[in-house]
T-cell receptor, first 117, second 111 residues
Framework: GAVVSQHPSWVICKSGTSVKIECRSLDFQATTMFWYRQFPKQSLMLMATSNEGSKATYEQGVEKDKFLINHASLTLSTLTVTSAHPEDSSFYIC?????????????FGPGTRLTVT | KQEVTQIPAALSVPEGENLVLNCSFTDSAIYNLQWFRQDPGKGLTSLLLIQSSQREQTSGRLNASLDKSSGRSTLYIAASQPGDSATYLCAVMEYGNKLVFGAGTILRVKS
């Protein structure tokens, strides 16, 4: 149980285009989903927290107009990187917190590798 | 601002050796501490979670300890195997459910 999927697993796009990444909780309902980014050989940095049906809360330094987050249902959150640039190339990982389980437990997706050329 | 530091940054050991990975954090007001494993290009696998009121957790060959007052945790791996090769991440959960990660320790177990 408690499986989180991400789609796509990898994507290559041209500079200036937008890319959407999906995060789904497959067998549970998620009140809250978290989006992280990870640069090569660095740790995960929290970008934003999204709650179903409300606006996402962004961490300091993360541009909300560039990284659009939508949490339309209890099983789906999307991250759209708008007008992507090469410096946005990174590994993006989402996690989800179950509606039913302990509040502290987060289940992580497998990640999406974004390369902007 | 919470900062999590992991030492060493990389470790290479022969198969069968016991090893210790270290994690320290600057703010002891944490909800819990977790150790994760990350294989190259993959997501995270949760290994052990220690609540702030606990001192240690064990799972198979893994044992994690927590000294909240001194801001330290260790992950002990017994009888290491090549399959243990991965990056090990330590993360503390602050009140508000925000996870703050360390930079990780890259472990290589040689056969």
């Amino acid at each position: 149980g408690a499986v989180v999927s991400q789609h796509p697993s990898w994507v290559i796009c041209k500079s200036g285009t937008s890319v959407k990444i999906e995060c789904r909780s497959l067998d549970f309902q998620a009140t809250t989903m978290f989006w992280y980014r990870q640069f090569p050989k660095q740790s995960l940095m929290l970008m934003a927290t999204s709650n179903e049906g409300s606006k996402a809360t962004y961490e300091q330094g993360v541009e909300k107009d560039k990284f659009l987050i939508n949490h339309a249902s209890l099983t789906l959150s999307t991250l759209t990187v708008t007008s992507a640039h090469p410096e946005d190339s990174s590994f993006y990982i989402c996690s989800a917190r179950s509606l039913q389980g302990p509040a502290y437990e987060q289940y992580f997706g497998p990640g999406t590798r974004l390369t902007v050329t | 601002k919470q900062e999590v530091t992991q030492i060493p940054a990389a470790l290479s050991v022969p198969e069968g050796e016991n090893l210790v990975l270290n994690c320290s954090f600057t703010d002891s007001a944490i909800y819990n501490l977790q150790w994760f494993r990350q294989d190259p290009g993959k997501g995270l696998t949760s290994l052990l979670l220690i609540q702030s009121s606990q001192r240690e957790q064990t799972s198979g060959r893994l044992n994690a300890s927590l000294d909240k007052s001194s801001g330290r945790s260790t992950l002990y791996i017994a009888a290491s195997q090549p399959g243990d090769s991965a990056t090990y991440l330590c993360a503390v959960m602050e009140y508000g459910n925000k996870l703050v990660f360390g930079a990780g320790t890259i472990l290589r177990v040689k056969s």
